[in-house]
């Protein structure tokens, strides 16, 4: 296999309009953390996507009620 060929290890990297640039910090108990990510877990979910799919549909539903 040529110098080339050879792969980079781990994963490859997003293009420029999907990576994440932002970071957003929300403070919760104990108890909701624990209740948000087990909720994350059984639907095969990280805990931010939970967040980002939660906060758009809320979005959605309250700028139709406008």
Known sequence: MSEKEKKEPGR???PEE???TTR???GMTDDEHARF???A???GMKLA???RMATKDFIKRVEKGK
Do not use: V
Request: aromatic share 12%; charged share 40%.
């Open 12 to 14: 490859p990297p997003l």
């Open 18 to 20: 999907e990576k994440r």
């Open 49 to 51: 996507e939970l967040f």
């Open 24 to 26: 957003l910090t929300i």
């Open 41 to 43: 877990r059984k639907h």
């Open 37 to 39: 990510t087990d909720f």
